[in-house]
């Protein structure tokens, strides 16, 4: 059973989305908002697996939600304007569904939703971790890598590259949210929706990057720089 919540400051079109998530048997509503300010503080402590959110709020819009949050779940999007498309993409949006949203639509979008699920579930299982290292599926070999020598891990799609200090990256079919869950926090950030750095193996910052190389390095995002700003003040003399 997939869980889910529902986004919309129109009670009409709210009642519509909780109906048809009603009539899903797959699917099992939460809870439902027309704030989304609020869907912030709910999911600090409620753990769920998609959202049905709609783009056009006052105060906080449903994207900009989206990219305020750093563990988003799966996100559909519902709205009666299509000049959001593509932006959507950019959070990593299942779907994108322009009102009125007919059954069928809903439908296809959730089951679409319902297989990204599954795959995370079974790409979960791929890592076991053991004190300071872990081990990781790439291809037919099980690879144990120790936390240390972990750079930084960069998603690809489906897959993560974990870039290795004075080794060959190793790549593994996984999803960054699943990995980022057993690596220690102490020393690994998310930086970015697409990168985690090892905070140990950071030597130079440059306005909000993070240098490597001449050809290497990588841009802290918005929606986590007040946190590695933080980390930046802690740590290094300005």
Do not use: W
Request: glycine share 2%.
């Amino acid at each position: 059973m997939i869980t889910c919540i529902a986004v919309d400051d129109e009670p009409l079109a709210l009642r519509q989305v909780v109906s048809y998530i009603e009539q899903t048997p797959f699917l099992q509503l939460s809870a439902k908002f027309t704030n989304a300010s609020l869907v912030k503080e709910y999911l600090k402590t409620n753990a769920i697996d998609l959202m049905f959110l709609d783009i056009n709020m006052p105060d906080l819009s449903g994207m900009e939600l989206a990219k305020s949050l750093k563990n988003p779940p799966k996100i559909i999007f519902t709205t009666a304007y299509s000049d959001y498309a593509i932006e959507s993409y950019k959070v990593n949006a299942v779907d994108y569904l322009l009102k009125p949203i007919e059954y069928n639509d809903f439908l296809s979008a959730s089951t679409k939703a319902e297989d990204f699920i599954k795959k995370d579930t079974l790409l979960k299982t791929e890592i076991k971790k053991t004190g300071d290292y872990l081990f990781i599926k790439s291809g037919q070999k099980h690879i144990r890598i120790n936390f240390n020598d972990i750079e930084y891990l960069e998603s690809q799609k489906e897959y993560v590259c974990i870039h290795l200090v004075n080794r060959a990256p190793v790549k593994t079919l996984i999803r960054l949210k699943n990995i980022e869950e057993v690596l220690p926090q102490e020393n690994f950030m998310r930086i970015h929706r697409s990168f985690i750095v090892n905070l140990n193996h950071i030597i130079t910052v440059e306005r909000n990057r993070i240098i490597y190389s001449d050809k290497r390095f990588i841009v802290v995002s918005d929606t986590y720089i007040d946190q590695f700003k933080e980390f930046i003040s802690n740590n290094f003399f300005s």
